[in-house]
């Protein structure tokens, strides 16, 4: 009489890591579709990164509506009376409306030809796709109690995992284009040594933290979740495109074709693992 058993579970499902996968890939393609007005060579890319943005969006948004117990209620985040400013969940609901509507708006500018709006409207695309990853980075940042997480680097990690899934699409959407081939072989490379770069520092702290820190840590690089992080994910979504690119033969479109792809399945192993590592140590104790 009267006991009961605790039932430890993840708060934070995997949707939300292919949630976060298909918000930085369509970040990092508004990146591209702004960088054509001002490197001609990515030119072939600027419809293409609007219009698979716009459709990844819709993507995303399903999967942010279909966790909620009651899905109706996604109407909330954007009624002014429940809103509440202080919470960042309110200014992620006002970000992904607002890009979604500039989104639609660039499209309905490039249809129409209209280069001086469509340019405005790029800018302003961007510059809302670049608060996609940030908010999503803080998200988990401000969470106190949760090891890897709660740093001021993840925003910078999620940044620089946009760009680099982002040019990774934008390099298989290039084909045989050898000068938007050389462009995104850069953006792949440099974005996907950054990730590695802030990922040594979340492991450097994780592990001479506290115990909380040290059992994530063991998690993070251990059994399963191992393979997927340091397997999949910095082995081979880091490690080995960077060497790749790097290697004589980088410049070879077979070459960035396997980079591109191992980017992608890498960004999304190191998604996956940094949202669920953490989470399984609250299911051991």
Excluded at 105 to 128: M, N, P, S
Aim: charged fraction near 10%; include cysteine.
């Amino acid at each position: 009489m009267g006991e009961y058993v605790w039932f430890h579970d993840v708060s934070w499902h995997s949707a939300y890591a292919i949630y976060f996968f298909v918000v930085g890939i369509l970040a990092g393609l508004s990146f591209l579709s702004y960088g054509s007005w001002t490197q001609p060579a990515l030119r072939p890319l600027r419809e293409k990164a609007a219009y698979i943005s716009v459709v990844l969006l819709g993507i995303g948004g399903a999967l942010l509506i279909a966790d909620l117990s009651q899905p109706l209620r996604f109407l909330n985040t954007l009624n002014p009376m429940y809103m509440n400013f202080t919470s960042p969940l309110a200014w992620g609901a006002l970000n992904i409306t607002a890009f979604g509507i500039c989104s639609v708006l660039y499209i309905l500018a490039l249809r129409k030809g209209d280069e001086k709006r469509g340019k405005l409207l790029a800018l302003v695309t961007a510059g809302l796709a670049l608060g996609l990853p940030i908010y999503t980075g803080y998200d988990l940042a401000v969470h106190q109690s949760r090891p890897v997480w709660n740093t001021p680097v993840m925003p910078v990690l999620f940044v620089a995992l946009a760009i680099a899934s982002g040019s990774a699409v934008g390099s298989l959407l290039a084909g045989a284009n050898e000068a938007a081939q050389k462009v995104l072989r850069e953006y792949m490379l440099w974005s996907s040594a950054a990730v590695g770069v802030v990922l040594i520092a979340i492991l450097g702290t994780t592990n001479y933290g506290g115990s909380a820190e040290e059992l994530t840590f063991a998690i993070l690089t251990s059994g399963t979740m191992g393979m997927i992080f340091v397997g999949a994910g910095i082995l081979g979504g880091i490690a080995a495109p960077v060497a790749l690119l790097m290697a004589p033969v980088g410049i070879r479109n077979s070459t960035l074709t396997l980079s591109a792809l191992l980017i992608l399945v890498g960004s999304a192993a190191l998604r996956y693992a940094i949202l669920m590592a953490p989470q399984q140590m609250q299911t051991l104790f």
